[in-house]
């Protein structure tokens, strides 16, 4: 089996250094392993899999803090000073959960 390149992507995760590597093709049939017991094919399907869920949550995650940092706090701070209505605040809020919406 051919193995793409979430599932390499997942693979450097699980150890430091140089630990696989391909001979040839990026087959599993051609990855050595050194040094640990070689993952089997569903291992390694199903930490890509999550693996690709757990990085796409910290994406939602990091343009959701950035959103907030420069759209909701603003405005927060405006309706402490009586500049801007709370529903406001609350209102952008919402629009930056609709605009970022965490994975099912």
Same mark, same amino acid.
């Given at each position: 089996m051919?193995?793409?390149q979430?599932?390499?992507d &997942?693979?450097?995760?699980?150890?430091? !250094?140089?630990w696989?590597g391909?001979e !040839?093709e990026?087959? &599993?049939?051609n990855?050595?392993? +050194?040094g &640990? *017991?070689?993952?089997?094919?569903?291992?390694?399907?199903e !930490? @890509?899999?999550k693996?690709? +869920?757990?990085?796409?949550l910290?994406?939602?995650?990091?343009?959701?803090?950035s @959103?907030y940092?420069?759209?909701? *706090?603003?405005?927060?701070?405006k309706?402490?000073r009586g +500049? @801007?209505t709370?529903?406001e605040?609350?209102d952008k809020?919402?629009?930056?959960k609709?605009r970022f919406?965490?994975? +099912?």
């Amino acid at each position: 089996m051919k193995l793409r390149q979430k599932h390499i992507d &997942y693979l450097v995760t699980l150890h430091c !250094g140089q630990w696989f590597g391909f001979e !040839g093709e990026r087959t &599993y049939e051609n990855m050595w392993v +050194e040094g &640990y *017991d070689k993952p089997s094919l569903v291992q390694i399907e199903e !930490g @890509a899999k999550k693996h690709s +869920e757990e990085a796409k949550l910290q994406q939602v995650e990091t343009n959701r803090r950035s @959103a907030y940092r420069n759209e909701s *706090d603003p405005l927060f701070l405006k309706w402490q000073r009586g +500049e @801007a209505t709370e529903q406001e605040w609350l209102d952008k809020i919402e629009e930056i959960k609709d605009r970022f919406p965490k994975p +099912e």
